[in-house]
């Protein structure tokens, strides 16, 4: 079932799509602040116990939804399974932006460029830095996409809240400072250390994987935090990507982007691919169901 979940998931927003706007969790920002305000001076707060607070709300909610309707049918649990599913890929579909970006590229529009741009990149230099653009979307496809149906996989529909739920934490506290802020980092350090070299790794293997192999050594540690490091270096040896410097001009750097937007764009559709291959095997040889 999990692979009948996901497939007509994927199919679902590559042929019908979601509005962005129902994706959002304004509810969850605002129960953040809400639970905050009440418990914040409580010693357990301070820490990983005040993360496990936070979370414990919505995701019992949707366990105990999925638990009440898989005793009372069985297509309404799967149905609710699909919605968090797609619910949790976001804050937007990837590959339809970036159908936009490049679009926006190929007709030299520099307003809709940046506009198209900014999803993927707060930096304003990031037109001049395809790399920089090449890295945030990688790492964008890792928390919005493979990231999300790597724990809907293990723990289904909690496990898909649980991942979105911890990355929507994590940037919530991306510049605050204490041991609150430290767990929630923790905890999306955590929660993407599998996912994140098994997403590199089908990107190895369907790309230029003696690349790809050499590079994720060299940036390869003993530490949650080397996540981001191992997808960027890795990923990019698989797209073969030289280590480049900027170009002389605007329109010689527009031209190489779109090259290799293009590029990376296939890479992570053959990925994607890849990883639905290997769930259908798993699902025909009884591993999953």
Known sequence: MTLIIILTGMAFEHFVGVDDQLRRFAWFNGYMR?????LARLTAWKG?????ITLAGPLLLVALITWALSEWSSPLALLFSLAVLIYSLGPGYLNPQLDDLI???EQGDRESIKERMSVFSDNDDAFQNDQELLENILIEANERLFGVLFWFIVLGPFGAMLYRLACILRQQQSDIHGNYAESAQDLYN???WLPARLFTLGNAVTGNMVEAMEAWREVEKQSLSANEDVICAGSLGALSYPQQESAADDESVLHDQIYWLHALQGLLNRTLLAWLTVLGIMT??????
């Open 34 to 38: 809400w639970i905050e305000n009440r």
């Open 48 to 52: 990983a116990g005040g993360i496990v």
């Open 103 to 105: 679009n926006a590229m």
């Open 190 to 192: 955590i929660l993407n």
């Open 284 to 289: 025909l040889s009884g591993w999953m169901i």
